[in-house]
């Protein structure tokens, strides 16, 4: 470890630690396999054992404060990555460890070199011994200031030997700056797009994440809780309620480090987590970044709020009334009136659905008359319950709606579905077919010859058997089917 340097230091460790490791969850996995590369000089035992979280410690000791921000500034624009979500964590302790150069060598006497850092700022040079007029940008290398006899400034710059003379990149144009940003963003959400990450639909169907990350809509946090495992230490996480366009999941995140992090509305993505059953866990080797935001249907919103929000039941007020006192409840209900804190009131048109209360009990008797918010109480706004005819009215359009697309295609399907063999797994476990069609249709030869059998045989048993067929198409022929549609 570079002591002396980091005692030395004008940047806070503490605070660069906290900015490097925001930095290094901003990259995606090619992008930190690069810069691990880059990185030489740590041993690659050491790069491997270590997880994403553990490595900004490793680079300051390594390097030091000051020598690892310079460090980081060059690599970060050789990955590339320039954009705002990188450099506005990255900018603050560039611009001190400039000033303090620029204060040392504004200083008088010799430079002691004390930070051991390369400047991060360009200096231009002139030649002393001759005058002449240069077209090119120039910069110079080791110089000594040639003194007059009767003055104590610098007239000019004297070449030694070990001058050296080399072109500069020019100044580039503003609206060439303007497009080389644009297209960096577009490098950079490139590998966000929907068919290059899974969706939260998929992950819950399969619970396979496979290599690809996740990306979701944040609609909702809870509040930072903790629990004590035996004979371990007291850990936090809290709740997410996480939505895509596909579908909604509650996530668990370990770590109170992390909770900060998340903000409501704003998207992610989420790497090397754990799915346990239709729950997320984020844990401490996992990967969190900020991404480009996604476009959530508002009922996988409402879905997405009620995960992060209720972790009790969802209780009816009758239930709640027969609650004991001071039982923390989810209640959802219709709100007719509001009384506010000077006792007017206004009506509310709104469904909502409240988080956590509190019910509150009446002197006089053993029954819940109110229900007090808490600070953890949170309300938002519910789907309005569908009548039971409207909700079967939806169901068969929508079980029609996959029909008629499996009849429409059946000769395109005929013709380019290949990978047959899991639909016809998920066929046989979902009952459309049994285990003598199964062995009948799998020994035909070619693909065609299976899907047309599919089609004579165990689809003309209606609607429901071509949902399948769908539902199943839609898992191991997206490419097909997202063509098609």
């Known amino acids: 470890m570079k002591t002396s340097q980091m005692n030395m230091s004008t940047i806070s460790e503490k605070d660069w630690k906290t900015a490097l490791t925001e930095i290094l969850e901003e990259l995606d996995e090619p992008q930190y396999k690069k810069m691990m590369f880059i990185l ?3 041993g690659k035992r050491v790069k491997t ?13 390594h390097y030091g404060v000051e020598t690892s921000v310079h460090k980081i500034y060059e690599i970060m624009d050789q990955i590339p990555r320039r954009d705002a979500a990188v450099q506005d964590r990255l900018r603050p302790f560039v611009e001190r460890l400039k000033k303090k150069q620029e204060d040392e060598r504004r200083a008088p006497g010799p430079s002691t070199g004390a930070t051991g ?51 500069a990149a ?16 577009k490098d950079e959400l490139r590998s966000l797009q929907p068919d290059e990450r899974k969706s939260i639909h998929d992950v819950k169907i399969s619970g396979d994440l496979g290599n690809k990350p996740i990306a979701g809509k944040v609609l909702a946090k809870s509040v930072l809780r903790t629990s004590k495992p035996p004979k371990k230490e007291k850990m936090f996480f809290f709740y997410l309620g996480v939505a895509d366009e596909t579908g909604s999941i509650k996530v668990v995140v370990y770590g109170r480090e992390r909770y900060q992090r998340f903000q409501e509305k704003s998207c992610y993505l989420f790497r090397n987590v754990i799915m346990d059953e239709n729950v997320m866990k984020v844990t401490k080797k996992s990967g969190i970044s900020k991404m480009a935001p996604i476009d959530v249907p508002e009922n996988l919103e409402m879905e997405a709020q009620r995960l992060g929000y209720s972790q009790t039941p969802v209780c ?10 001071k039982t923390s ?78 009849d429409k295609h059946r000769m395109k399907l005929i013709e380019r579905v290949s990978n047959v063999n899991p639909i016809l797994e998920e066929l046989f476990k979902k009952k459309v077919i049994q285990q003598d069609a ?3 249709i799998d020994k035909l030869k070619t693909y065609e ?20 067929f769908y539902i199943a198409l839609n898992k191991h022929e997206k490419m097909l089917m997202k063509d098609l549609s």
Do not use: C, H, W
Request: charged letters at 40%; hydrophobic letters at 25%.
């Open 449 to 468: 010859d299976k899907i047309r059998a599919l089609y004579n045989g165990p689809l003309k048993a209606g609607d429901s058997a071509k949902e399948v």
């Open 40 to 42: 030489s000089d740590i």
């Open 117 to 167: 850092v390369r400047a991060l700022t360009d200096e231009s040079v002139s030649s002393s011994s001759r005058k002449r007029k240069v077209d090119k940008t120039e910069s110079a290398g080791s110089v000594m200031p040639k003194k007059k006899k009767t003055e104590n400034k610098v007239s000019s710059l004297k070449s030694t030997g070990a001058t050296k003379t080399t072109k």
């Open 49 to 61: 054992t270590k997880s994403r979280e553990e490595m900004p410690q490793v680079i300051i000791e």
């Open 329 to 406: 409840v989810s209640v959802e209900g219709k709100v007719t009136e509001s009384v506010s804190s000077s006792s007017r009131k206004r009506k509310v048109d709104k469904t909502e659905s409240a988080g956590p209360v509190t019910p509150k009990k009446k002197k006089t008797e053993n029954k819940v008359s109110s229900l007090k918010s808490t600070g953890a109480t949170k309300t938002t706004k519910a789907a309005a319950p569908e009548k039971p005819k409207e909700k079967e009215n939806k169901q068969k359009a929508k079980k029609k709606g996959k029909s008629e697309f499996v």
């Open 438 to 440: 199964y062995d009948k």
């Open 170 to 185: 020019a100044p580039e144009k503003p609206k060439e700056k303007e497009n080389k940003q644009k297209a960096k963003k």
């Open 316 to 325: 009816s007020i009758r239930q709640a009334i027969g609650s004991e006192g």
